[in-house]
């Protein structure tokens, strides 16, 4: 252009969302932006669709990296089938007044200019549309493959931001009860917003956002109304997508993503797009949950809805690996109800039933979220107790008894248990010398008189390979 107009500078703009974006520079800084309501004389290329001279130029021009040019400046509108997507800016020489020949030469420039951009913009799409369908292929392999739907949705939350090309994603889940949705995953967001995102929760019956209840999405552009507070934890969001996850006409939670500069970013291609993802991840979720529930009924005592043995034997084998890697103690307390087949003998089985779900229940009161109850079956229980020490565990044991003997089962009256406590690591290394400890100082117990704790030291056990007990 040098050739035909003897300008001092030029700039390639490119409008995204609110702002004027520096992507070429010939003569100044090739980095720089303006917000389009601060863009002065600019906009008047927008609205006339064809170059105006910038009355207002020595104010706009630092703004846009051409700070050190004095000139005169014209700008000419990008214009791509009759929408504007930018501007050529050119500031000419100190004493060259631009005229209309150098308007039709930097018109035809930026005409040039917009065909590029057009056919970048189609090439861009192309890409784009072949990255989704492998976000969605790479997507539906997660929701197939993951068996927490916490997991899924953390997983998922970056990809969907690549995908999308969103600035922010935050994932929803419904809980088991009630209507609101909380925040279970979240990407792009930087700590001071993971704060308000975490704060945050959707009403899907407000009256914003019951589009959702419908299986509909929800769009938000702030140059009509800004997103409600609710929705919108971060500041300057230009638009803002809200898109529900629906399994068998149930809402169960919902995708938000967030554009800070764009107020077309979410376009009806993009839209559907995300449908597609929601709707896998709503499959995905609901799948997680079923797996879940049957997870939980084949490692669930169904007498007491304590964990049963085999959830036992899995947690013991994972919290005596913890204790090791972390040097803290690990309790363990076996309880053996007392005098259960009298019970049963004398007043019926439904009777001793409910004496064991007496014992179970005087085991959970109490526990912490750590602790870990489980019926062996019969009239054996388990008490698994990480980060506790010896004494720490004869008074937990201690209280489960007393909480017994203070008590009666109706149509049976008192129910009392015999423990013996063992502790890792002076008690045993190994989950078998941890439990055969316990199980020998319970049997101990029960010869005592039965209704008792029994924490000493096992005469006669044999000593463990490797250990310094030699009897």
């Not at 930097?106 to 065909?115: E, I, R």
């Not at 994603?169 to 792009?188: D, F, N, T």
């Not at 376009?267 to 709707?279: A, K, M, N, R, T």
């Not at 304590?306 to 363990?332: D, H």
Request: charged share 25%.
């Amino acid at each position: 252009m040098w050739r035909v107009v003897r300008y001092q500078a030029a700039v390639a703009l490119v409008l995204e969302g609110r702002y004027l974006r520096v992507v070429a520079s010939r003569g100044g800084d090739a980095e720089g932006e303006i917000p389009l309501d601060q863009a002065g004389d600019l906009r008047g290329a927008f609205v006339t669709r064809r170059a105006t001279v910038l009355a207002d130029a020595a104010s706009r021009l630092p703004r846009l990296g051409l700070g050190g040019a004095q000139g005169r400046a014209l700008a000419a509108p990008l214009l791509t089938r009759d929408e504007v997507r930018g501007a050529i800016v050119v500031v000419f020489e100190d004493e060259h007044v631009p005229g209309a020949r150098d308007e039709r030469i930097v018109g035809a420039f930026a005409d040039h200019a917009a065909l590029f951009l057009e056919a970048g913009s189609l090439l861009r799409k192309e890409r784009q549309a072949r990255a989704r369908a492998t976000a969605v292929a790479r997507i539906t392999r997660m929701a197939a493959s993951r068996h927490e739907p916490e997991s899924l949705l953390q997983a998922v939350a970056p990809e969907l931001m690549a995908a999308s090309g969103a600035d922010r994603v935050i994932l929803y889940l419904k809980a088991a009860r009630g209507v609101m949705l909380s925040a279970a995953a979240w990407a792009g967001t930087d700590p001071e917003e993971d704060e308000r995102v975490t704060q945050l929760g959707l009403d899907p019956t407000s009256t914003v956002l019951s589009p959702l209840m419908r299986g509909g999405p929800v769009l938000f552009q702030a140059e009509g109304a800004p997103p409600p507070a609710m929705l919108n934890p971060f500041d300057q969001a230009a638009s803002l997508l809200v898109v529900p996850m629906v399994a068998r006409d149930q809402l169960l939670g919902a995708a938000c993503l967030v554009s800070l500069r764009r107020f077309d970013h979410f376009d009806g291609p993009l839209i559907e797009f995300l449908g597609d993802v929601s709707q896998q991840l709503a499959l995905g979720v609901e799948n997680a949950r079923l797996f879940a529930a049957l997870s939980q009924m084949a490692s669930t005592d169904e007498l007491t809805q304590l964990a049963n043995r085999r959830r036992f034997t899995e947690a013991l084998r994972r919290e005596l690996g913890r204790a090791r890697r972390t040097g803290l103690p690990l309790s363990l307390v076996l309880v053996d109800v007392d005098h259960l087949k009298k019970v049963n003998d004398t007043f019926g089985h439904p009777a001793g039933d409910a004496a064991i779900r007496h014992v179970a229940a005087a085991l959970r009161e109490g526990r912490r979220d750590t602790d870990v109850v489980a019926r062996f079956g019969g009239e054996e229980f388990a008490l698994l107790l990480p980060g506790t020490d010896h004494l720490g565990a004869v008074k937990a044991a201690e209280r489960v008894r007393t909480r017994l003997s203070s008590s009666v089962v109706e149509a049976v009256g008192q129910v009392t248990a015999s423990m013996g406590v063992a502790t890792w690591p002076q008690d045993g290394a190994t989950e078998e010398r941890l439990v055969w400890v316990s199980d020998q100082r319970l049997y101990a117990a029960k010869e005592a008189g039965r209704n008792k704790v029994c924490s000493a030291i096992v005469e006669g056990a044999p000593a463990e390979e490797g250990s310094d007990e030699d009897g």
